[in-house]
Protein backbone atom coordinates (compact mmCIF):
# COMPACT_ATOMS: atom_id res chain seq x y z
CA UNK A 1 0.00 0.00 0.00
CA UNK A 2 1.06 3.20 -1.06
CA UNK A 3 0.60 6.26 1.69
CA UNK A 4 0.74 9.39 0.83
CA UNK A 5 2.56 11.67 2.80
CA UNK A 6 2.77 15.18 1.18
CA UNK A 7 1.13 16.88 -1.38
CA UNK A 8 1.14 20.64 -1.82
CA UNK A 9 0.31 23.20 -5.14
CA UNK A 10 2.74 26.11 -4.92
CA UNK A 11 0.78 28.74 -7.77
CA UNK A 12 3.50 30.98 -8.27
CA UNK A 13 7.40 30.24 -6.91
CA UNK A 14 8.92 32.97 -5.30
CA UNK A 15 12.30 34.33 -6.64
CA UNK A 16 14.22 32.90 -3.27
CA UNK A 17 13.27 29.93 -3.50
CA UNK A 18 13.19 29.31 -7.36
CA UNK A 19 16.94 30.28 -6.62
CA UNK A 20 17.50 28.14 -3.87
CA UNK A 21 15.93 25.13 -5.48
CA UNK A 22 18.69 25.60 -8.76
CA UNK A 23 21.20 24.80 -5.84
CA UNK A 24 19.93 21.96 -4.46
CA UNK A 25 18.28 19.84 -7.56
CA UNK A 26 19.72 17.90 -10.49
CA UNK A 27 16.73 17.99 -12.73
CA UNK A 28 14.93 20.72 -15.67
CA UNK A 29 14.83 23.62 -12.99
CA UNK A 30 12.18 25.81 -12.39
CA UNK A 31 12.11 30.08 -12.36
CA UNK A 32 10.16 32.46 -10.45
CA UNK A 33 6.64 32.13 -11.28
CA UNK A 34 6.43 28.86 -12.58
CA UNK A 35 3.71 26.49 -10.46
CA UNK A 36 4.98 23.27 -8.65
CA UNK A 37 4.07 20.39 -7.23
CA UNK A 38 5.49 18.71 -4.36
CA UNK A 39 4.17 14.91 -3.68
CA UNK A 40 5.84 12.58 -1.21
CA UNK A 41 4.91 9.10 -0.42
CA UNK A 42 6.03 5.88 1.45
CA UNK A 43 7.56 3.36 0.70
CA UNK A 44 10.23 5.45 -0.93
CA UNK A 45 10.58 3.21 -4.13
CA UNK A 46 6.59 3.92 -5.24
CA UNK A 47 7.59 7.58 -6.36
CA UNK A 48 9.33 6.49 -9.58
CA UNK A 49 5.58 4.55 -10.76
CA UNK A 50 4.09 7.88 -9.93
CA UNK A 51 6.84 10.25 -11.60
CA UNK A 52 6.33 7.93 -14.85
CA UNK A 53 2.55 8.71 -14.61
CA UNK A 54 2.76 12.33 -14.16
CA UNK A 55 5.70 13.02 -16.88
CA UNK A 56 3.89 11.11 -19.37
CA UNK A 57 0.58 12.13 -19.22
CA UNK A 58 1.50 16.20 -18.79
CA UNK A 59 3.76 18.97 -20.09
CA UNK A 60 5.17 19.17 -16.58
CA UNK A 61 9.19 18.95 -16.05
CA UNK A 62 10.87 17.00 -13.25
CA UNK A 63 12.33 19.61 -10.69
CA UNK A 64 13.75 16.82 -8.02
CA UNK A 65 13.17 13.31 -7.51
CA UNK A 66 14.90 11.60 -3.68
CA UNK A 67 13.98 7.91 -3.33
CA UNK A 68 14.77 6.71 0.10
CA UNK A 69 13.79 3.47 1.97
CA UNK A 70 11.12 5.31 3.56
CA UNK A 71 9.79 7.93 1.85
CA UNK A 72 9.91 9.40 -1.80
CA UNK A 73 9.56 12.75 -3.16
CA UNK A 74 9.68 14.49 -6.24
CA UNK A 75 8.78 18.08 -7.58
CA UNK A 76 7.53 19.15 -10.61
CA UNK A 77 6.66 22.19 -12.25
CA UNK A 78 5.27 24.43 -15.43
CA UNK A 79 4.75 27.62 -16.22
CA UNK A 80 1.26 26.71 -16.97
CA UNK A 81 -0.58 25.84 -13.46
CA UNK A 82 -3.32 23.78 -15.46
CA UNK A 83 -0.63 21.20 -16.22
CA UNK A 84 0.57 21.28 -12.89
CA UNK A 85 -2.52 20.63 -10.94
CA UNK A 86 -3.50 18.01 -14.21
CA UNK A 87 -0.19 16.11 -13.05
CA UNK A 88 -1.37 16.08 -9.45
CA UNK A 89 -4.88 14.56 -10.38
CA UNK A 90 -3.47 12.04 -12.60
CA UNK A 91 -1.05 10.89 -9.16
CA UNK A 92 -4.38 10.80 -7.07
CA UNK A 93 -6.10 8.56 -9.54
CA UNK A 94 -3.34 6.21 -9.88
CA UNK A 95 -2.91 6.48 -5.88
CA UNK A 96 -6.95 6.09 -5.98
CA UNK A 97 -7.08 8.95 -3.42
CA UNK A 98 -7.90 12.22 -2.94
CA UNK A 99 -5.97 15.54 -2.13
CA UNK A 100 -7.49 14.93 1.51
CA UNK A 101 -5.87 11.55 2.14
CA UNK A 102 -2.53 13.55 2.98
CA UNK A 103 -0.79 13.44 5.68
CA UNK A 104 -2.01 16.42 8.28
CA UNK A 105 0.76 18.96 8.30
CA UNK A 106 2.37 18.92 11.94
CA UNK A 107 4.49 21.89 13.18
CA UNK A 108 7.12 20.33 15.04
CA UNK A 109 8.68 23.18 16.02
CA UNK A 110 8.55 27.04 15.56
CA UNK A 111 10.61 29.80 16.82
CA UNK A 112 11.97 33.35 16.39
CA UNK A 113 15.58 33.93 17.85
CA UNK A 114 16.08 38.03 17.64
CA UNK A 115 18.97 39.98 16.96
CA UNK A 116 21.64 36.81 16.57
CA UNK A 117 25.17 37.17 17.98
CA UNK A 118 28.11 37.35 15.34
CA UNK A 119 28.99 33.58 17.07
CA UNK A 120 25.42 32.26 16.09
CA UNK A 121 25.82 33.70 12.92
CA UNK A 122 28.99 32.31 11.52
CA UNK A 123 28.34 28.74 12.58
CA UNK A 124 25.04 28.96 10.87
CA UNK A 125 26.80 30.26 7.52
CA UNK A 126 29.23 27.72 8.27
CA UNK A 127 26.83 24.58 8.50
CA UNK A 128 25.53 22.83 5.40
CA UNK A 129 23.46 25.92 3.73
CA UNK A 130 22.58 26.40 0.48
CA UNK A 131 20.72 29.66 0.67
CA UNK A 132 22.18 33.02 1.57
CA UNK A 133 24.08 33.81 4.59
CA UNK A 134 22.95 35.16 8.01
CA UNK A 135 24.01 38.19 9.15
CA UNK A 136 24.42 39.52 13.15
CA UNK A 137 21.86 41.53 14.50
CA UNK A 138 19.40 40.02 12.27
CA UNK A 139 16.38 37.91 13.79
CA UNK A 140 16.19 33.97 12.74
CA UNK A 141 13.08 32.35 12.64
CA UNK A 142 13.29 28.47 12.07
CA UNK A 143 10.12 25.97 11.69
CA UNK A 144 10.18 22.32 11.19
CA UNK A 145 7.19 20.21 10.00
CA UNK A 146 6.25 16.90 9.63
CA UNK A 147 6.32 15.59 6.48
CA UNK A 148 9.23 17.06 5.31
CA UNK A 149 7.58 18.18 1.99
CA UNK A 150 5.35 20.79 3.55
CA UNK A 151 8.49 23.15 4.48
CA UNK A 152 8.29 24.18 0.96
CA UNK A 153 5.13 25.40 0.37
CA UNK A 154 5.77 27.24 4.27
CA UNK A 155 9.07 28.68 2.27
CA UNK A 156 7.07 30.21 -0.46
CA UNK A 157 4.09 31.45 2.09
CA UNK A 158 6.96 33.35 3.96
CA UNK A 159 8.20 34.34 1.03
CA UNK A 160 5.29 36.34 0.11
CA UNK A 161 4.31 37.83 2.75
CA UNK A 162 7.75 39.57 3.56
CA UNK A 163 11.09 40.51 3.00
CA UNK A 164 13.54 37.99 4.14
CA UNK A 165 16.46 36.18 3.49
CA UNK A 166 15.83 32.54 2.63
CA UNK A 167 18.97 30.84 4.49
CA UNK A 168 17.57 27.34 4.26
CA UNK A 169 15.31 24.51 3.33
CA UNK A 170 15.64 21.14 3.83
CA UNK A 171 12.45 18.74 2.53
CA UNK A 172 13.09 15.81 2.43
CA UNK A 173 13.59 12.86 5.64
CA UNK A 174 11.82 12.75 8.63
CA UNK A 175 11.23 16.40 9.24
CA UNK A 176 11.45 19.44 7.16
CA UNK A 177 13.36 22.25 8.35
CA UNK A 178 13.82 26.16 7.39
CA UNK A 179 15.55 28.97 7.99
CA UNK A 180 15.06 32.68 7.64
CA UNK A 181 16.45 35.68 8.13
CA UNK A 182 15.60 39.23 8.49
CA UNK A 183 14.80 42.01 10.61
CA UNK A 184 12.29 41.98 12.84
CA UNK A 185 9.26 42.96 11.74
CA UNK A 186 9.55 41.30 8.69
CA UNK A 187 10.52 38.06 10.25
CA UNK A 188 7.24 38.18 12.49
CA UNK A 189 5.48 38.93 9.29
CA UNK A 190 6.67 35.53 7.49
CA UNK A 191 6.70 33.28 10.39
CA UNK A 192 2.78 34.28 11.10
CA UNK A 193 2.12 32.99 7.13
CA UNK A 194 4.41 29.87 7.49
CA UNK A 195 2.70 28.75 10.54
CA UNK A 196 -0.56 30.14 9.09
CA UNK A 197 -0.42 28.07 5.77
CA UNK A 198 0.63 24.64 7.97
CA UNK A 199 -2.40 25.22 9.92
CA UNK A 200 -4.79 25.92 6.68
CA UNK A 201 -3.27 22.56 5.15
CA UNK A 202 -6.05 19.67 5.33
CA UNK A 203 -4.87 16.27 5.69
CA UNK A 204 -5.45 12.71 7.61
CA UNK A 205 -3.93 12.44 10.98
CA UNK A 206 -1.04 9.97 10.78
Known amino acids: MIKLRTYVFIDSLQPQLAEYLGTVSQGFLP ?15 AIHRLTDAALKATRVRLVQQVVERAFGSMLIHHRDQSDVLEAGHIVLNHLKASEGARQKCRIAWAE ?3 SITPD ?16 PGQSMFILETEPAGYIVYAANEA ?18 RLTLAGKEADIDAAAHAAIEAMHNLSGAES
Open 112 to 114: TIR
Open 159 to 176: EKAANITLVDVKAVGAFG
Open 31 to 45: IPGDACLWLEVAPGM
Open 120 to 135: HAVVINRQDRRGSMIL
